[in-house]
């Protein structure tokens, strides 16, 4: 059977009986991987089917998700339909709550971004211009800065 080439839906043929089963599993499948929420990472399929919840399945797995190994698992009808993720594809694991990414072998952890906050003192000299020893890593984004005066300031003007 002819499928698409991004999420290998199947596609009607010409003259075929019973047309709307395949695009009731075409459905089914686009369902279950868009806006993709894996209930879970796991070797044994749950003892009920749950209409359009989609798994990760690892390798190892056994009973009705024996030799599917690297797919993912769609409840549809009672049973499951079978997709292979692509590389890039990006889900949400349910039970773990975190975000992974397919790599091309395997779903792997999201890295969090990494924020720091950083609380300095830096006296003030005379002059135009005055430099911190604190540094801005190159492509860093700053969010906000602010700054408190613990003691008094004074300048003279001139003109």
């Keep these: 059977m002819a499928e698409t080439g991004n999420l290998g839906l199947p596609l009607l043929a010409p003259s075929q009986a019973q047309k709307h089963v395949t695009v009731n599993e075409a459905l089914a499948r686009l369902d279950g ?12 399929s749950p003892p009920a089917v749950a209409e359009g919840a989609a798994w990760a399945v690892p390798a190892g797995a056994t009973g009705d998700w024996a030799g599917q190994d690297g797919r993912i698992a769609i409840g549809s009808n009672g049973g499951w339909v079978f997709a292979d993720p692509a590389e890039g594809w990006r889900g ?7 975000e992974v990414r ?16 950083v609380t300095f003192d830096h006296a003030v000299a005379a002059g135009p211009a005055s430099v911190t020893t604190e540094v801005i ?23």
């Design 92 to 98: 949400w694991v349910v039970d773990e709550a975190r």
């Design 137 to 159: 890593p190159q492509n860093a984004m700053v969010f906000a800065v602010t700054g408190r005066v613990a003691s008094a300031l004074s300048a003279t003007l001139t003109s």
């Design 102 to 117: 397919h790599d091309g072998t395997g779903w792997a952890g999201m890295p969090g971004p990494a924020i720091r906050s």
């Design 33 to 44: 991987l868009t806006q993709m929420r894996l209930m879970s990472v796991a070797t044994v």
